[in-house]
């Protein structure tokens, strides 16, 4: 079965960082596009960063531009969020997701993905 835990959440001041990981197991890692979602309390879940087969096809929200930057090492099947200079906004349960990417490109649309972890709570306090 599918499964994808993530860890690396938690409490953080404003300007901080902290750094997310997924870990994935029951799939086929490498040809999976990956992504970045979060949900804060009474919105809807928007993405954050995806990635494609490589590091070279990402995407970030306007959001995330700039300190946010996704990767992935495909020899440990796990997909990263590097987040620095977090703001009181970033606050949210992450969630990592994955979806089959037969092209290999970015997937964006949270409808898109199939499979989800289990979130991870990132507080930033100001």
């Known amino acids: 079965q599918v499964q994808l835990v993530e860890s690396g959440g938690g409490l953080v001041q404003a300007g901080g960082s902290l750094r997310l990981s997924c870990a994935a197991s029951g799939l086929t890692f490498s040809v999976y596009a990956m992504g970045w979602f979060r949900q804060a309390p009474g919105k809807e879940r928007e993405s954050v960063a995806a990635?494609?087969?490589?590091?070279?096809?990402?995407y970030y929200a306007d959001s995330a531009k700039g300190r946010f930057a996704i990767s992935r090492d495909n020899a440990k099947n796990t997909v990263y969020l590097q987040m620095d200079s977090l703001k009181p906004e970033d606050t949210a349960v992450y969630y990592c997701?994955?979806?089959?990417?037969?092209?290999?490109?970015?997937?964006?649309?949270?409808?898109?993905?199939?499979?989800w972890g289990q979130g991870t709570q990132v507080t930033v306090s100001s």
């Open positions: 990635i494609g087969w490589s590091d070279s096809s990402t």
């Open positions: 997701a994955a979806v089959l990417s037969p092209s290999g490109r970015v997937v964006v649309a949270t409808t898109r993905y199939d499979y």
